[in-house]
C-alpha cells in the first residue's frame, strides 16, 4: 500500500498488509457484462461471471463449481474471510444511474478492479462533461492498482497509475510529479475495462446505446 494507505482499521476492520507486486498489473481475464431497455421501459443490467477459463469441469456432470471463493481472504477476522455461510465480496458491478422521471442508464463491464473505476469515467463524461454516449465509452481512461487486489492473493501495485496513450504525456508527467508510478499504456486497451451502456430518455422514449471497441461487444436495437 501506498504512505497512509492503510485499510481497515479507521472503518473498524483490521488491516492487512497486501502483498507488493512488481512490474506491469495483470488483465483481469473474465466476466461479461449486458444491459436491454424492451418497448415497454424495462431496464436490466447485469454481469453474469462465476465459472469462467480457471473453473474445473467436474467429471461426468458438465457442471463447473463457482470459482468465486478466490476473492475470499485467508485471513482469521477479515470481514471478507472464509466461514460458513459467507459469500465473498465480489467484483461484477452491475448498475444504473436514473434521474426519476427524466433519464436511465443501465451501465457496466468486465474487468475485476476495473470495472467500478471505467464505469465512474464514463458516467462523469456523460453526465458532467456531456458527451454523448459511444464518445463518452470510447475516450481515454485510467486506472488505479494501489489497493489490494480482489482476487488471491490480494496483490497490490504501490502508487501505480495506468493511462491510455492518447492522455497527454504532460498530464502523466505532472502525475508522476506528485508521486504517482504511471504506466503508459497503448491509445485503447482491455486493460482499462470494456464499459457497454444504454441511456434512454424517459421524456421522449429516444435510446442510445454504446459499445467500448476495447473489448469484443455491440450495440443492437431492433
Not at 17 to 29: D, K
Request: aromatic content about 6%; hydrophobic content about 30%; proline content about 10%.
Amino acid at each position: 500500500m501506498p504512505p497512509a494507505g492503510e485499510l481497515g482499521s479507521q472503518y473498524g476492520g483490521m488491516p492487512v498488509a497486501a502483498m507488493t507486486m512488481e512490474g506491469s498489473p495483470p488483465p483481469s481475464g473474465d466476466t461479461s457484462y449486458c444491459c436491454v431497455v424492451d418497448k415497454d421501459g424495462n431496464i436490466f443490467s447485469a454481469t453474469p461471471s462465476d465459472v469462467s477459463w480457471e473453473s474445473p469441469i467436474i467429471p461426468g456432470t458438465g457442471f463447473c463449481p463457482s470459482s468465486r471463493g478466490s476473492q475470499s481472504w485467508a485471513v482469521p477476522g477479515h470481514a471478507s474471510s472464509v466461514a460458513p455461510g459467507k459469500r465473498p465480496r465480489l467484483t461484477p458491478n452491475p448498475a444504473m444511474a436514473i434521474e426519476k422521471g427524466k433519464w436511465a442508464m443501465p451501465f457496466g463491464t468486465p474487468g475485476g478492479d476495473t470495472q467500478t473505476q471505467g464505469m465512474l469515467q464514463v458516467l462523469l463524461n456523460v453526465k458532467v462533461f456531456g458527451m454523448g454516449l459511444q464518445d463518452a465509452i470510447e475516450a481515454p481512461r485510467f486506472m488505479t492498482h494501489s489497493q489490494p487486489d480482489s482476487f488471491e492473493p490480494h496483490g497490490s501495485f504501490p502508487g501505480k497509475l495506468t493511462v491510455e496513450g492518447r492522455i497527454d504525456e504532460k498530464t502523466s508527467e505532472a502525475l508522476a510529479a506528485k508521486g504517482h508510478d504511471v504506466e503508459r499504456l497503448p491509445d485503447m486497451t482491455y486493460k482499462v475495462s470494456g464499459v457497454c451502456a444504454i441511456t434512454t430518455d424517459l421524456e421522449t422514449g429516444i435510446l442510445e446505446g454504446g459499445a467500448d471497441p476495447r473489448r469484443m461487444s455491440r450495440s443492437m436495437g431492433w
